[in-house]
């Protein structure tokens, strides 16, 4: 499986709480923030919540 470069590119005020959870158990908490996470369903869920936040890369 592949890896996953999320990068968080605008805040969170304003967002939902289920929003807000998700970028933090994705490890984001600060704007251009980026993290490596496994392409993995779990995380896809969590991306696909605050696609609207954030970028993703595929990185090998």
Do not use: F, W, Y
Not at 2 to 12: A, E, F, S
Not at 17 to 43: A, C, E, F, W
């Amino acid at each position: 499986m592949g890896q996953l470069k999320i990068t968080q590119h605008k805040g969170l005020v304003g967002a939902k709480q289920n929003q807000k959870d998700s970028m933090r158990t994705l490890g984001l908490r600060k704007i251009r923030q980026s993290v490596v996470r496994p392409d993995t369903p779990d995380v896809r869920g969590l991306v696909n919540v605050v696609h609207h936040l954030v970028t993703v890369e595929e990185v090998d």
